[in-house]
Each structure stands twice: as C-alpha cells, then as structure tokens.
C-alpha cells in the first residue's frame, strides 16, 4: 500500500490513455484546484471520487484506494457506494460545463 498520494503512477495512467488531470477531475465533479490537493497530498478522496477514478482509469477502485495512500475509502462500504456509474458521468459533465461557462 502507497503510504502517500503516487503523483507518478496516477500521471502514468494518464498518460498511457492520453488524458489530463483537467479531464480526471471534471470525471470526479471535482474543481482542478481540489485535484491539485490531492496530487499535493493535501486532500483525501471520497469514495466516488475513488470509484470514479477507477472507471477513467480502467481499474478496480483497490487499485486507486492503494495508489492514493493509506486513509482512502474504498468504495461499497459507506453511501457514496450508492452512486451509479451514470450520476458520475452527468456530475462530470456538469463540472466541466460549470467550467466552460466562466
């Protein structure tokens, strides 16, 4: 298990599938200013953010949970298990619509 955030290994996912961390946060609904914590160490993730950065990065949620470091949830034990793979995707649309209109 990572003890801390693997800023390395999770900009190697990325760039193995030719995306950016602007993409990986609109995915997650969360702000690029959010995802620069969590790169930095600064900031956990919740565990549809977990869940949602393992449907980007075509791996299981552990995976995630182990890269980012010692306290991330795993997903399916708490409520944000409850969110579908569908209300992700609508939250990240509307998170980069959010940033398109400023």
Not at 27 to 32: L, T, V
Not at 41 to 68: C, H, M, N, W, Y
Not at 84 to 90: H, P, T, Y
């Amino acid at each position: 298990m990572a003890l801390f955030f693997d800023t390395a290994w999770f900009d190697a996912q990325l760039a193995e599938r030719g995306l950016s961390r602007r993409v990986m946060a609109a995915a997650a609904g969360m702000s690029e200013a959010d995802l620069t914590l969590v790169f930095k160490d600064q900031r956990e993730l919740s565990e549809a953010e977990v869940a949602a950065f393992a449907e980007l990065l075509g791996t299981v949620p552990a995976e995630i949970a182990k890269q980012a470091g010692v306290s991330t949830p795993v997903p399916g034990a708490g409520p944000d298990a409850r969110i579908s793979a569908l209300e992700r995707r609508v939250a990240a649309l509307e998170a980069e619509l959010a940033r398109l209109k400023r």
